[in-house]
């Protein structure tokens, strides 16, 4: 039997909340779980922050064969996680998956480092979307507004897209994603016809990725992935989740390795393969939007800009709503407090989890505000603290879920093949472990170089050591639970709720 509270949401509207009802059933298209994780990995913040950066920190210019490498390496772990995702339906992917592959305790663990990854990417990413906006409408309105100001503006919005029934937020992540899509076309046509030393094949040249730096630019490459597993999130209000999951992974895989590698070659190719790098680091995530002004006109220029914000906002949302999922999946199983599987009673939105994820944010938001007062690093506070910290610890905890989670794939299939090959089982699984444990030791190694850190010092140890803290954590409180509520732990990683003691 289902019970029924109320609360209020960000704008102090009356929200009529259920506990021990589901999400709401079969909501989600192919197209739109291919949207949402596009969002996730949002390509023109990529194209003009990724990229640059890429190119500007490691001073090759390999750097589209880095995102075909990564490519492959994720559809290998696709093969497995697909075939896995047609037999698991939760809105916990990875804890589900590890918990029924490894064990209990190791998903549970899994869940923990799943939470603190995510929600890392996600708040991260308000350090750079406060500063983006703050600057735009200083630039172009004249109205001087605090990054964290900006940034607590946007965070109200996706909030409230948050307590909504998720295909309005599949809807409004469609029209922002086709946008930045459209302009990212737009600077690669124009990089093409420009091309001041002319249509260079060198930066696909192999000869320019496989040399020293090559770790460098997969650690930075692979943060433009990730979400790109977030189909089996939403596989509870998916549509035939058993074959919309594995197509919406395999096609989302595709597009962003390929449009990646080209828009980077075509960048590449429009400043100049032999003036590229120079111009990346001496202009930084400015270099796309002067490009654009310097040869498609201010206009262009300034929505290319304004297209930017809307493409971090709708990374927002995708994250946002995973980290709700994820609370919601934890709070049903009671692993975590039970309250957070509360749904909404009308839209069986995560109304729960998205609340307090929301919260999370409004916290670590007001502490990077109070800190970054007075900061000899200026403006710039927000995005080399905020969003570098975190959006690169983020990535190295979901790069390490990845890999658990191919071991886990094994470890499924081993007690039921289900009639699949050698190939989907075992080979393509253990394949990516390897090629994601390889990523993982360069992430690590070059983490100090991700966060602009001098050097391997505290902090750069210290972040990737909170994240595994925190997952760990979550093995000892699975421990826990298998002594003091067997039920709970039993039931772990099931999709359904634990026997209630009382």
């Not at 509270?5 to 079969?26: F, Q, W, Y």
């Not at 949002?42 to 001073?59: E, I, N, R």
């Not at 799943?114 to 600057?135: D, K």
């Not at 289900?418 to 990516?432: D, E, K, N, Q, Y």
Request: glycine content about 12%; cysteine-free; charged content about 10%.
């Amino acid at each position: 039997m289902s019970t029924q509270t109320t609360i209020r949401d960000e704008a102090s509207r009356p929200v009529h909340l259920t506990e021990g009802a589901g999400l709401e059933r079969r909501t989600l298209t192919v197209p739109s779980l291919v949207f949402l994780i596009i969002a996730a990995s949002a390509p023109l913040t990529v194209l003009a922050g990724g990229v640059p950066s890429t190119f500007a920190v490691t001073g090759l210019l390999g750097v589209p064969l880095g995102f075909l490498v990564l490519g492959a390496i994720l559809a290998l772990f696709a093969v497995g996680y697909g075939a896995m995702s047609a037999r698991i339906t939760n809105a916990g992917a990875f804890y589900a998956y590890v918990a029924d592959g490894l064990g209990a305790r190791q998903g549970i663990g899994a869940s923990w480092l799943a939470l603190v990854s995510y929600n890392a990417m996600q708040i991260g990413l308000y350090g750079i979307f406060g500063f983006v906006l703050s600057s735009f409408l200083e630039a172009r309105l004249g109205l001087s507004v605090p990054w964290w100001a900006a940034a607590l503006a946007g965070l109200v919005l996706v909030g409230l897209l948050g307590v909504s029934r998720v295909d309005l937020s599949a809807k409004v992540i469609a029209v922002l994603v086709s946008l930045e899509f459209l302009v990212v076309v737009v600077v690669d046509v124009v990089s093409l016809a420009v091309a001041p030393e002319g249509v260079s094949a060198q930066p696909l040249m192999p000869s320019e990725f496989f040399t020293y730096g090559i770790g460098a630019v997969l650690s930075f490459g692979i943060a433009a992935f990730m979400g790109f597993e977030s189909a089996a999130i939403y596989s509870e209000e998916t549509r035939d989740p058993a074959r919309a999951v594995p197509r919406a992974t395999f096609t989302a895989v595709a597009i962003i390795s390929v449009f990646y590698a080209v828009s980077a070659w075509a960048l590449a190719v429009g400043v100049g393969p032999g003036r590229v790098v120079a111009a990346s680091r001496e202009r930084g995530p400015d270099l796309v939007f002067v490009f654009l002004g310097e040869h498609g006109g201010v206009l262009l220029a300034d929505m290319a800009q304004v297209l930017f914000i809307t493409s971090l906002l709708a990374a927002l949302i995708a994250f946002h709503n995973a980290v709700a999922r994820y609370f919601f999946s934890l709070g049903r199983e009671s692993v975590l407090p039970r309250w957070l599987g509360v749904v909404g009673a009308r839209n069986h939105a995560p109304v729960a989890g998205s609340l307090t994820q929301s919260a999370l944010a409004v916290l670590v938001v007001a502490v990077f505000a109070v800190a970054g007062q007075g900061s000899e690093l200026g403006p710039l506070f927000p995005v080399l603290t905020l969003f570098t910290w975190l959006v690169n610890a983020g990535a190295f905890g979901l790069v390490f879920l990845l890999a658990v989670t191919s071991l886990a794939v094994i470890g499924h299939f081993r007690r039921d093949s289900g009639g699949h090959s050698a190939w989907v089982r075992w080979i393509a699984p253990a394949l990516s472990a390897v090629g994601l444990g390889t990523v993982l030791v360069l992430v690590l190694a070059n983490f100090d170089v991700l966060i602009g850190a001098e050097g391997p010092g505290l902090l750069a140890l210290g972040l990737p050591a909170l994240v595994l803290g925190v997952g760990a954590a979550g093995l000892v409180w699975g421990g826990v639970l298998r002594r003091r509520r067997p039920e709970v732990f039993a039931a772990a990683g099931s999709g359904r709720a634990a026997a209630d003691p009382r």
